[in-house]
């Protein structure tokens, strides 16, 4: 699979060990960072059954720090964030949901728009992602 082109939304299919390297995103010490981590991606997951993990093809090397979700294309993107936080980046195609948590994404997977939560985030602050969730993902088909 030929690496994804972050400047637009493009075309996903389900790839190679997508799981490989997604211990290595978070310190072993800090297990709420991957709990935040792997709650946000199950959820973007549930949203239908037509979606599933991209496994990003490696450059020069290097593999993304992040986890990517589609169904047709990207619709969000889960990994670390700055100071201690996990980064969820969403991928609006059309209309941009109301929302003060976001903000414009650029380099982040495909994601127009992301938003940080913090290690100590609890069950309700990843339930309240799941409007925003549905929104990319309805946007992404």
């Avoid at 619709?75 to 609006?92: H, K």
Wanted: aromatic share 4%.
């Amino acid at each position: 699979m030929e690496p994804v082109d972050d400047t637009e939304a493009a075309q996903v299919a389900p790839t190679g060990d997508v799981d490989a390297g997604t211990d290595d995103l978070y310190p072993a010490e800090d297990t709420g960072l991957r709990a935040v981590h792997d709650a946000v991606v199950m959820l973007a997951e549930g949203l239908g059954e037509d979606t599933h993990r991209v496994a990003s093809a490696p450059v020069d090397g290097l593999v993304e720090p992040w986890v990517r979700v589609a169904r047709t294309t990207e619709f969000a993107t889960v990994g670390p964030g700055p100071d201690g936080t996990v980064r969820v980046g969403l991928a609006f195609a059309d209309e941009v949901p109301p929302d003060e948590r976001l903000s414009p994404a650029g380099g982040f997977g495909a994601a127009t728009h992301c938003l940080d939560l913090p290690a100590d985030c609890d069950e309700d602050d990843i339930r309240a992602l799941e409007p925003l969730l549905e929104a990319a993902y309805l946007q992404n088909g």
